[in-house]
């Protein structure tokens, strides 16, 4: 499942800012995440800040 935020959040306090799409499976478990360069299909609008769980890094998933 594919999200798009404005912002990332890492456990660490890092924030990144997007847009941003985030990457998880059905059961909502973080896969990874990407800066939003274009419309992406499939892709649902949230908005506001993504939170990463805390056993993942700063880390583009591209």
Known sequence: MKRAYHD????DGTL???????????E????GWHILQEEEAFTEWHGG???????Y??????
């Open 28 to 31: 909502g478990r973080f896969l």
């Open 49 to 55: 800040t993504a939170k990463v769980p805390g056993n």
């Open 8 to 11: 990332i959040l890492f456990a």
């Open 16 to 26: 990144k800012r997007g847009p941003v799409v985030v990457e998880t499976t059905a």
């Open 57 to 62: 890094a700063e880390k583009s998933s591209s």
